[in-house]
Structure formats: structure tokens, C-alpha cells
């Protein structure tokens, strides 16, 4: 897990580190963005029904 975990915030921080943040809540949607686009790019093939399991399974 720590491997996924190193790889979602090496993702987020080379997506984001040519900008600049004024505010903590800017940042906060920056990296939810970033976020959703890596999520978007791995599950790109799979339908919306296993999306949604996947999600849920996760957050439970």
C-alpha cells in the first residue's frame, strides 16, 4: 500500500509544482482535481458500475 500511496502523491506533486498557492483552500482543489484526473486516468477502462463498487469498497 505505501508503494500506491508514493505513487498518487508523486503524481499529485509533479501535476502541481509549477503553480503557486496563495491559500490552503486553493491547494485543497488543486490536488482534488489532480486526484479525480489520476483516478480517472486508471480506471479509464472499466465501466461505471465496478467504478462505483471499487469506490464504495474502498471508503468503507
Known amino acids: 500500500m505505501e508503494v500506491t500511496v508514493g505513487k498518487i502523491a ?21 490536488v482534488a482535481s489532480a486526484l479525480k484526473s489520476f483516478n480517472e486516468a486508471i480506471f479509464k477502462n472499466v465501466n461505471i458500475a465496478e467504478q462505483k463498487y471499487l469506490w464504495k469498497k474502498e471508503t468503507t
Not at 503524481?11 to 503553480?19: E, G, P, T, V
Request: net charge positive; aromatic share 14%.
Open 10 to 30: 508523486t503524481a499529485i506533486i509533479s501535476k502541481l509544482r509549477h503553480y503557486t498557492f496563495y491559500s490552503l483552500p486553493e491547494l485543497k482543489i488543486a
